[in-house]
Protein backbone atom coordinates (compact mmCIF):
# COMPACT_ATOMS: atom_id res chain seq x y z
CA UNK A 1 0.00 0.00 0.00
CA UNK A 2 1.59 3.52 -0.77
CA UNK A 3 0.37 6.64 1.11
CA UNK A 4 -0.27 9.27 -0.87
CA UNK A 5 -1.14 13.28 1.21
CA UNK A 6 -4.43 15.09 0.00
CA UNK A 7 -2.20 18.02 0.31
CA UNK A 8 0.18 16.47 -2.73
CA UNK A 9 -2.90 16.20 -4.92
CA UNK A 10 -4.27 19.78 -4.21
CA UNK A 11 -0.55 21.12 -4.90
CA UNK A 12 -0.27 19.26 -8.38
CA UNK A 13 -3.91 20.39 -8.97
CA UNK A 14 -3.51 23.91 -8.03
CA UNK A 15 -0.14 23.86 -10.74
CA UNK A 16 -1.67 21.90 -13.27
CA UNK A 17 -4.95 24.17 -13.38
CA UNK A 18 -2.88 27.42 -14.39
CA UNK A 19 -0.39 25.71 -16.69
CA UNK A 20 -3.08 24.16 -18.69
CA UNK A 21 -4.57 27.93 -18.65
CA UNK A 22 -1.26 30.04 -20.09
CA UNK A 23 0.60 27.25 -22.28
CA UNK A 24 -1.33 24.35 -24.85
CA UNK A 25 0.26 20.98 -24.41
CA UNK A 26 3.06 20.18 -27.22
CA UNK A 27 0.39 18.29 -29.41
CA UNK A 28 -1.94 21.02 -30.27
CA UNK A 29 1.06 23.41 -30.40
CA UNK A 30 2.10 20.55 -33.50
CA UNK A 31 -1.47 20.30 -34.83
CA UNK A 32 -1.89 24.33 -34.77
CA UNK A 33 1.30 24.66 -36.79
CA UNK A 34 0.41 22.24 -39.38
CA UNK A 35 -3.23 23.71 -39.45
CA UNK A 36 -2.00 26.50 -40.21
CA UNK A 37 0.33 25.95 -43.33
CA UNK A 38 -2.86 23.86 -44.75
CA UNK A 39 -5.48 27.43 -44.44
CA UNK A 40 -6.55 28.29 -47.55
CA UNK A 41 -8.26 31.85 -46.61
CA UNK A 42 -6.27 34.77 -46.30
CA UNK A 43 -8.64 36.15 -43.46
CA UNK A 44 -8.49 32.57 -42.03
CA UNK A 45 -4.74 32.44 -42.35
CA UNK A 46 -5.16 35.71 -40.13
CA UNK A 47 -6.56 34.60 -37.95
CA UNK A 48 -4.42 31.36 -37.17
CA UNK A 49 -1.33 33.78 -37.33
CA UNK A 50 -3.34 36.30 -34.33
CA UNK A 51 -3.82 32.80 -32.63
CA UNK A 52 -0.23 31.75 -32.71
CA UNK A 53 1.20 35.33 -31.45
CA UNK A 54 -2.06 34.85 -28.15
CA UNK A 55 0.09 31.93 -27.39
CA UNK A 56 3.37 33.55 -27.85
CA UNK A 57 1.86 36.58 -25.54
CA UNK A 58 -0.26 34.57 -22.92
CA UNK A 59 3.16 32.48 -22.11
CA UNK A 60 5.58 35.73 -22.12
CA UNK A 61 3.31 38.26 -20.37
CA UNK A 62 1.28 35.63 -18.22
CA UNK A 63 -2.05 36.65 -19.93
CA UNK A 64 -3.99 33.38 -19.98
CA UNK A 65 -4.42 32.32 -22.99
CA UNK A 66 -8.80 32.53 -23.29
CA UNK A 67 -10.77 34.40 -20.92
CA UNK A 68 -12.58 31.49 -20.36
CA UNK A 69 -10.50 29.73 -18.31
CA UNK A 70 -13.34 26.64 -17.92
CA UNK A 71 -14.72 24.69 -15.93
CA UNK A 72 -12.02 22.38 -14.20
CA UNK A 73 -12.41 18.76 -15.76
CA UNK A 74 -10.39 16.47 -13.42
CA UNK A 75 -9.42 12.62 -14.44
CA UNK A 76 -8.49 10.66 -11.30
CA UNK A 77 -7.12 7.50 -12.59
CA UNK A 78 -6.77 5.97 -8.76
CA UNK A 79 -4.17 2.99 -8.33
CA UNK A 80 -5.53 -0.13 -5.93
CA UNK A 81 -2.75 -0.08 -4.23
CA UNK A 82 -2.62 3.84 -3.04
CA UNK A 83 -4.02 5.30 0.45
CA UNK A 84 -4.88 8.85 0.11
CA UNK A 85 -4.47 10.42 3.72
CA UNK A 86 -7.34 12.82 3.65
CA UNK A 87 -10.02 13.68 1.70
CA UNK A 88 -9.75 13.35 -2.31
CA UNK A 89 -12.90 14.80 -3.40
CA UNK A 90 -11.79 18.21 -1.01
CA UNK A 91 -8.26 17.55 -1.56
CA UNK A 92 -9.22 18.39 -5.72
CA UNK A 93 -11.24 21.17 -5.10
CA UNK A 94 -8.58 22.96 -2.81
CA UNK A 95 -6.41 22.68 -5.47
CA UNK A 96 -8.97 24.21 -8.19
CA UNK A 97 -9.39 27.30 -5.33
CA UNK A 98 -6.01 28.02 -5.34
CA UNK A 99 -4.67 27.29 -8.57
CA UNK A 100 -7.90 29.75 -10.04
CA UNK A 101 -6.62 32.57 -7.27
CA UNK A 102 -3.76 32.32 -7.65
CA UNK A 103 -2.75 31.74 -11.20
CA UNK A 104 -5.68 34.91 -11.92
CA UNK A 105 -7.94 32.98 -13.86
CA UNK A 106 -11.41 33.68 -14.02
CA UNK A 107 -14.41 32.04 -11.24
CA UNK A 108 -16.93 31.00 -14.32
CA UNK A 109 -18.88 28.46 -11.69
CA UNK A 110 -22.10 29.20 -10.24
CA UNK A 111 -23.31 27.39 -7.21
CA UNK A 112 -27.15 26.70 -8.45
CA UNK A 113 -27.89 26.02 -12.39
CA UNK A 114 -30.67 27.96 -11.74
CA UNK A 115 -30.48 30.56 -9.01
CA UNK A 116 -27.19 31.54 -10.72
CA UNK A 117 -24.71 33.03 -7.49
CA UNK A 118 -20.99 32.90 -8.80
CA UNK A 119 -19.31 30.42 -6.05
CA UNK A 120 -16.40 32.82 -6.51
CA UNK A 121 -13.58 30.37 -6.71
CA UNK A 122 -14.65 28.27 -9.76
CA UNK A 123 -15.38 25.27 -7.46
CA UNK A 124 -16.35 22.41 -7.69
CA UNK A 125 -14.51 20.86 -10.38
CA UNK A 126 -16.39 18.31 -12.30
CA UNK A 127 -14.90 15.35 -11.12
CA UNK A 128 -14.58 11.47 -12.81
CA UNK A 129 -12.62 8.72 -10.82
CA UNK A 130 -11.48 5.09 -11.92
CA UNK A 131 -10.00 2.71 -9.59
CA UNK A 132 -7.24 1.10 -11.73
CA UNK A 133 -4.55 -1.36 -10.93
CA UNK A 134 -1.60 -0.25 -9.69
CA UNK A 135 0.20 1.84 -6.99
CA UNK A 136 -0.09 5.62 -8.65
CA UNK A 137 -2.44 7.94 -8.73
CA UNK A 138 -2.64 9.49 -12.16
CA UNK A 139 -4.24 13.17 -12.66
CA UNK A 140 -5.52 14.76 -15.83
CA UNK A 141 -6.87 18.79 -15.62
CA UNK A 142 -9.00 20.08 -18.32
CA UNK A 143 -10.13 23.29 -18.03
CA UNK A 144 -13.32 23.51 -20.20
CA UNK A 145 -14.70 26.45 -21.95
CA UNK A 146 -18.67 26.99 -22.31
CA UNK A 147 -18.53 28.57 -25.65
CA UNK A 148 -17.77 24.85 -27.41
CA UNK A 149 -19.73 23.15 -24.81
CA UNK A 150 -22.56 24.12 -25.37
CA UNK A 151 -22.26 23.44 -29.05
CA UNK A 152 -21.78 19.75 -27.83
CA UNK A 153 -24.70 17.11 -28.49
CA UNK A 154 -26.14 13.87 -27.93
CA UNK A 155 -27.49 10.87 -30.50
CA UNK A 156 -29.18 7.92 -29.70
CA UNK A 157 -29.01 6.42 -33.20
CA UNK A 158 -30.63 2.97 -33.68
CA UNK A 159 -27.98 0.36 -34.62
CA UNK A 160 -29.67 -0.17 -38.28
CA UNK A 161 -27.87 3.84 -38.39
CA UNK A 162 -24.64 2.06 -38.46
CA UNK A 163 -21.20 4.20 -39.47
CA UNK A 164 -22.78 6.73 -42.02
CA UNK A 165 -25.67 7.52 -39.33
CA UNK A 166 -22.74 8.05 -36.52
CA UNK A 167 -20.94 10.01 -39.42
CA UNK A 168 -23.45 12.09 -40.43
CA UNK A 169 -24.44 12.63 -36.78
CA UNK A 170 -20.92 13.60 -36.04
CA UNK A 171 -20.58 16.26 -38.78
CA UNK A 172 -24.05 18.02 -38.29
CA UNK A 173 -22.74 18.52 -34.56
CA UNK A 174 -20.31 20.34 -35.94
CA UNK A 175 -21.86 21.99 -38.89
CA UNK A 176 -24.59 23.61 -36.11
CA UNK A 177 -22.38 24.77 -34.23
CA UNK A 178 -20.67 26.97 -37.36
CA UNK A 179 -18.57 29.80 -35.79
CA UNK A 180 -20.49 29.29 -32.01
CA UNK A 181 -17.76 26.90 -30.99
CA UNK A 182 -14.75 28.82 -31.54
CA UNK A 183 -13.20 26.85 -35.12
CA UNK A 184 -10.67 25.53 -35.27
CA UNK A 185 -11.78 22.66 -33.34
CA UNK A 186 -11.04 19.38 -31.93
CA UNK A 187 -14.33 16.81 -31.85
CA UNK A 188 -14.37 14.83 -28.90
CA UNK A 189 -16.70 11.85 -29.85
CA UNK A 190 -17.47 8.75 -27.83
CA UNK A 191 -19.30 6.28 -29.80
CA UNK A 192 -21.28 3.00 -27.73
CA UNK A 193 -22.57 2.31 -24.18
CA UNK A 194 -25.09 4.10 -22.56
CA UNK A 195 -26.29 7.75 -22.56
CA UNK A 196 -23.75 8.82 -19.74
CA UNK A 197 -21.16 6.31 -21.06
CA UNK A 198 -20.45 7.81 -24.37
CA UNK A 199 -20.61 11.50 -23.17
CA UNK A 200 -17.95 11.09 -21.04
CA UNK A 201 -15.96 8.90 -23.62
CA UNK A 202 -16.28 12.19 -25.65
CA UNK A 203 -15.16 14.60 -22.85
CA UNK A 204 -12.05 12.22 -22.47
CA UNK A 205 -11.22 11.70 -25.73
CA UNK A 206 -10.10 15.50 -25.89
CA UNK A 207 -7.68 14.86 -23.96
CA UNK A 208 -6.02 12.23 -25.67
CA UNK A 209 -2.76 12.72 -27.84
CA UNK A 210 -3.39 14.56 -31.02
CA UNK A 211 -0.69 12.69 -32.79
CA UNK A 212 -1.92 9.82 -31.53
CA UNK A 213 -4.95 7.92 -33.96
CA UNK A 214 -6.80 5.29 -32.29
CA UNK A 215 -5.11 1.65 -32.12
CA UNK A 216 -8.32 0.72 -33.23
CA UNK A 217 -7.71 0.48 -37.34
CA UNK A 218 -11.74 1.31 -38.12
CA UNK A 219 -11.85 3.98 -35.51
CA UNK A 220 -8.85 5.63 -36.85
CA UNK A 221 -9.89 5.62 -40.07
CA UNK A 222 -13.16 6.96 -39.42
CA UNK A 223 -11.23 9.77 -37.25
CA UNK A 224 -9.25 10.81 -40.60
CA UNK A 225 -12.36 10.22 -42.96
CA UNK A 226 -14.53 12.64 -40.21
CA UNK A 227 -11.45 15.30 -40.11
CA UNK A 228 -11.65 15.72 -44.04
CA UNK A 229 -15.19 16.08 -44.69
CA UNK A 230 -15.79 18.63 -41.62
CA UNK A 231 -12.55 20.78 -42.68
CA UNK A 232 -15.19 20.45 -46.44
CA UNK A 233 -17.64 22.26 -44.91
CA UNK A 234 -15.80 25.60 -45.02
CA UNK A 235 -16.39 26.91 -41.48
CA UNK A 236 -13.01 28.12 -41.37
CA UNK A 237 -11.28 29.43 -38.32
CA UNK A 238 -13.04 31.85 -36.50
CA UNK A 239 -16.28 30.53 -38.33
CA UNK A 240 -15.25 32.95 -41.37
CA UNK A 241 -15.18 30.70 -43.89
CA UNK A 242 -11.61 28.44 -44.44
CA UNK A 243 -9.78 25.02 -45.30
CA UNK A 244 -9.25 24.28 -41.60
CA UNK A 245 -12.60 23.68 -39.62
CA UNK A 246 -11.27 21.24 -36.97
CA UNK A 247 -7.62 20.39 -36.01
CA UNK A 248 -8.03 16.61 -34.72
CA UNK A 249 -11.39 14.01 -34.55
CA UNK A 250 -10.70 11.85 -31.45
CA UNK A 251 -12.95 8.79 -31.39
CA UNK A 252 -13.48 6.71 -28.03
CA UNK A 253 -15.99 3.70 -28.34
CA UNK A 254 -17.32 1.01 -25.59
CA UNK A 255 -19.82 -1.94 -26.00
CA UNK A 256 -23.76 -1.74 -26.32
CA UNK A 257 -27.00 -2.60 -25.64
CA UNK A 258 -28.50 -5.27 -28.65
CA UNK A 259 -31.12 -2.15 -29.29
CA UNK A 260 -28.64 0.75 -29.38
CA UNK A 261 -26.43 3.54 -30.77
CA UNK A 262 -25.34 5.98 -28.59
CA UNK A 263 -23.40 8.74 -30.40
CA UNK A 264 -21.55 11.83 -28.28
CA UNK A 265 -19.71 14.96 -29.61
CA UNK A 266 -18.16 17.02 -27.53
CA UNK A 267 -16.55 19.70 -28.91
CA UNK A 268 -13.67 21.69 -27.96
CA UNK A 269 -12.41 25.31 -29.46
CA UNK A 270 -8.49 25.62 -30.06
CA UNK A 271 -7.76 26.34 -27.07
CA UNK A 272 -8.17 22.36 -25.83
CA UNK A 273 -6.22 22.41 -22.84
CA UNK A 274 -5.39 19.71 -21.16
CA UNK A 275 -2.16 18.83 -18.22
CA UNK A 276 -1.33 15.38 -17.15
CA UNK A 277 0.57 14.09 -14.11
CA UNK A 278 1.43 10.50 -12.00
CA UNK A 279 1.71 11.18 -8.57
CA UNK B 1 -11.54 47.64 -46.65
CA UNK B 2 -10.01 48.09 -43.78
CA UNK B 3 -10.79 51.54 -41.48
CA UNK B 4 -10.16 52.83 -38.25
CA UNK B 5 -13.40 53.71 -36.66
CA UNK B 6 -14.18 55.48 -33.21
CA UNK B 7 -16.53 54.27 -30.40
CA UNK B 8 -19.30 55.64 -29.82
CA UNK B 9 -20.20 55.00 -33.48
CA UNK B 10 -22.13 57.22 -35.53
CA UNK B 11 -24.50 56.34 -37.74
CA UNK B 12 -22.76 57.38 -40.42
CA UNK B 13 -19.62 55.56 -39.91
CA UNK B 14 -21.95 52.17 -39.20
CA UNK B 15 -24.10 52.52 -42.69
CA UNK B 16 -20.40 52.55 -44.33
CA UNK B 17 -19.31 49.18 -42.84
CA UNK B 18 -19.88 46.36 -45.17
CA UNK B 19 -19.79 42.49 -44.26
CA UNK B 20 -15.96 41.78 -44.44
CA UNK B 21 -14.63 44.63 -43.84
CA UNK B 22 -11.60 45.02 -41.14
CA UNK B 23 -11.72 47.48 -38.73
CA UNK B 24 -9.61 48.93 -35.70
CA UNK B 25 -11.92 50.44 -33.03
CA UNK B 26 -10.55 53.05 -31.14
CA UNK B 27 -12.74 54.79 -28.42
CA UNK B 28 -15.09 54.39 -25.27
CA UNK B 29 -16.93 50.70 -25.43
CA UNK B 30 -18.65 49.17 -22.60
CA UNK B 31 -18.73 45.09 -21.73
CA UNK B 32 -22.05 43.24 -21.16
CA UNK B 33 -22.97 39.19 -20.94
CA UNK B 34 -25.92 37.06 -19.69
CA UNK B 35 -26.28 38.32 -16.00
CA UNK B 36 -25.72 41.76 -17.31
CA UNK B 37 -28.07 41.48 -19.98
CA UNK B 38 -31.01 40.11 -17.69
CA UNK B 39 -30.42 42.91 -15.39
CA UNK B 40 -31.20 45.48 -17.87
CA UNK B 41 -33.81 44.09 -19.19
CA UNK B 42 -35.42 43.70 -15.62
CA UNK B 43 -34.25 47.44 -15.02
CA UNK B 44 -36.29 48.36 -18.32
CA UNK B 45 -39.40 46.26 -17.44
CA UNK B 46 -39.54 48.06 -13.88
CA UNK B 47 -39.17 51.37 -16.14
CA UNK B 48 -35.93 52.27 -14.76
CA UNK B 49 -33.06 53.99 -16.96
CA UNK B 50 -29.94 51.43 -18.18
CA UNK B 51 -26.27 51.89 -16.18
CA UNK B 52 -25.50 53.31 -19.94
CA UNK B 53 -26.61 55.41 -21.99
CA UNK B 54 -27.17 53.42 -25.64
CA UNK B 55 -27.26 55.80 -27.81
CA UNK B 56 -24.17 54.91 -30.26
CA UNK B 57 -22.19 52.86 -27.91
CA UNK B 58 -20.56 50.10 -28.26
CA UNK B 59 -21.18 46.49 -26.08
CA UNK B 60 -18.87 44.23 -26.05
CA UNK B 61 -19.66 40.77 -25.21
CA UNK B 62 -17.00 39.90 -22.90
CA UNK B 63 -16.31 38.75 -19.07
CA UNK B 64 -12.23 39.11 -18.19
CA UNK B 65 -10.10 37.35 -16.57
CA UNK B 66 -8.81 39.14 -13.05
CA UNK B 67 -5.81 41.71 -13.93
CA UNK B 68 -2.36 41.40 -12.79
CA UNK B 69 -1.27 44.34 -10.66
CA UNK B 70 -0.40 47.35 -12.85
CA UNK B 71 -2.15 46.27 -15.88
CA UNK B 72 -5.95 47.31 -16.96
CA UNK B 73 -7.50 44.12 -17.61
CA UNK B 74 -6.65 39.78 -17.55
CA UNK B 75 -7.67 38.13 -20.34
CA UNK B 76 -10.57 39.92 -22.93
CA UNK B 77 -12.07 38.26 -25.74
CA UNK B 78 -15.51 37.62 -27.05
CA UNK B 79 -18.21 35.67 -25.53
CA UNK B 80 -20.96 33.80 -27.88
CA UNK B 81 -23.48 36.43 -28.32
CA UNK B 82 -26.40 34.28 -29.57
CA UNK B 83 -27.10 34.05 -25.87
CA UNK B 84 -28.01 37.58 -26.20
CA UNK B 85 -29.67 37.38 -28.69
CA UNK B 86 -33.47 37.39 -26.57
CA UNK B 87 -32.31 40.63 -25.04
CA UNK B 88 -30.68 42.67 -28.05
CA UNK B 89 -33.56 43.56 -30.15
CA UNK B 90 -34.70 46.01 -27.41
CA UNK B 91 -31.33 47.34 -26.86
CA UNK B 92 -31.29 48.23 -30.27
CA UNK B 93 -34.18 50.15 -30.46
CA UNK B 94 -33.29 51.87 -27.65
CA UNK B 95 -30.50 53.41 -29.46
CA UNK B 96 -27.43 50.38 -29.03
CA UNK B 97 -24.72 51.17 -32.03
CA UNK B 98 -22.66 48.14 -32.55
CA UNK B 99 -22.21 44.84 -30.82
CA UNK B 100 -18.99 43.24 -30.65
CA UNK B 101 -18.97 39.00 -30.10
CA UNK B 102 -18.43 35.86 -31.73
CA UNK B 103 -20.90 33.05 -33.43
CA UNK B 104 -24.40 33.28 -34.89
CA UNK B 105 -27.23 36.01 -34.24
CA UNK B 106 -30.76 34.79 -34.46
CA UNK B 107 -33.86 36.37 -37.29
CA UNK B 108 -35.08 38.71 -34.70
CA UNK B 109 -31.44 40.67 -34.24
CA UNK B 110 -30.50 40.34 -37.16
CA UNK B 111 -34.33 42.42 -38.09
CA UNK B 112 -33.23 44.93 -35.18
CA UNK B 113 -30.11 45.55 -36.81
CA UNK B 114 -31.45 46.42 -40.21
CA UNK B 115 -33.87 48.55 -38.49
CA UNK B 116 -31.78 50.67 -36.89
CA UNK B 117 -28.66 50.83 -38.77
CA UNK B 118 -26.73 49.03 -36.44
CA UNK B 119 -23.90 46.82 -36.65
CA UNK B 120 -22.43 43.13 -35.63
CA UNK B 121 -18.30 42.81 -35.19
CA UNK B 122 -16.91 39.01 -34.66
CA UNK B 123 -13.41 39.38 -32.24
CA UNK B 124 -11.01 36.47 -32.45
CA UNK B 125 -12.81 34.02 -30.15
CA UNK B 126 -9.86 32.35 -28.13
CA UNK B 127 -7.55 35.19 -28.51
CA UNK B 128 -7.92 36.97 -24.81
CA UNK B 129 -4.63 37.74 -24.40
CA UNK B 130 -3.93 39.32 -27.50
CA UNK B 131 -6.88 41.20 -27.54
CA UNK B 132 -6.33 42.30 -24.00
CA UNK B 133 -3.75 44.54 -25.14
CA UNK B 134 -6.21 47.08 -27.36
CA UNK B 135 -7.37 47.51 -23.92
CA UNK B 136 -5.80 50.26 -22.30
CA UNK B 137 -8.63 51.31 -19.49
CA UNK B 138 -11.14 49.43 -17.58
CA UNK B 139 -13.34 50.71 -15.21
CA UNK B 140 -16.89 48.77 -13.48
CA UNK B 141 -19.51 50.83 -13.88
CA UNK B 142 -22.54 48.60 -12.60
CA UNK B 143 -23.13 45.81 -10.94
CA UNK B 144 -20.14 44.99 -9.50
CA UNK B 145 -21.81 41.80 -7.62
CA UNK B 146 -21.60 40.08 -10.83
CA UNK B 147 -17.94 40.17 -10.99
CA UNK B 148 -16.48 39.01 -14.29
CA UNK B 149 -20.34 39.52 -15.61
CA UNK B 150 -20.14 43.33 -14.35
CA UNK B 151 -20.27 46.14 -16.76
CA UNK B 152 -17.37 47.89 -17.51
CA UNK B 153 -16.74 51.14 -19.31
CA UNK B 154 -13.60 49.73 -21.52
CA UNK B 155 -11.09 52.67 -22.92
CA UNK B 156 -9.74 50.75 -26.39
CA UNK B 157 -7.19 51.35 -28.72
CA UNK B 158 -7.38 49.29 -32.39
CA UNK B 159 -9.22 46.75 -31.33
CA UNK B 160 -9.09 44.21 -34.32
CA UNK B 161 -12.81 43.05 -35.20
CA UNK B 162 -14.40 42.13 -38.65
CA UNK B 163 -18.02 43.33 -39.73
CA UNK B 164 -19.87 39.97 -39.94
CA UNK B 165 -23.90 41.47 -39.81
CA UNK B 166 -23.68 45.01 -41.39
CA UNK B 167 -26.95 47.73 -41.98
CA UNK B 168 -28.24 45.99 -44.46
CA UNK B 169 -28.06 42.62 -43.04
CA UNK B 170 -25.43 40.94 -44.97
CA UNK B 171 -24.03 37.91 -42.93
CA UNK B 172 -20.29 37.42 -43.50
CA UNK B 173 -21.05 33.48 -41.73
CA UNK B 174 -23.17 32.49 -44.80
CA UNK B 175 -21.56 33.83 -47.14
CA UNK B 176 -17.42 33.02 -46.61
CA UNK B 177 -18.00 29.20 -45.75
CA UNK B 178 -19.75 28.52 -49.37
CA UNK B 179 -16.31 29.84 -50.89
CA UNK B 180 -14.90 26.43 -49.46
CA UNK B 181 -17.41 24.05 -48.81
CA UNK B 182 -16.48 20.76 -50.43
CA UNK B 183 -18.83 18.38 -48.58
Known amino acids: MREIQACEITAAVKEMCIEANYTLSADMKKRFEEASEQEESPLGRMIFSQLQENLRIAKEDRIPICQDTGM ?79 MSRIFMLKPADGAEGVKEAIISAVRDA ?102 | MEYHIQAPVTKETAAMLKAGDYVYISGTIYTARDAAHKRMEEALNRGE ?90 EIIAYEDLGTEAIRRLEVRNFPAVVVIDSSGRNLYETELLKYRKE
Open chain 1, 72 to 150: AIVFLNVGQEVHINGDLTKAVNEGVRQGYEEGYLRKSVVRDPLERENTGDNTPAVIHTSLVPGDQLEITVAPKGFGSEN
Open chain 1, 178 to 279: GPNACPPIVVGVGIGGTFEKCALMAKHALTRDLNEPSPVPYVREMEQELLKRINGLGIGPGGLGGAVTALAVNIETYPTHIAGLPVAVNICCHVNRHAHRVL
Open chain 2, 49 to 138: SLPLDLKGNVIYYMGPSPAREGRPIGSAGPTTASRMDRYTPRLLDLGLGAMIGKGKRSPEVIEAIIRNGSVYFAAVGGAGAILSKCIEKS
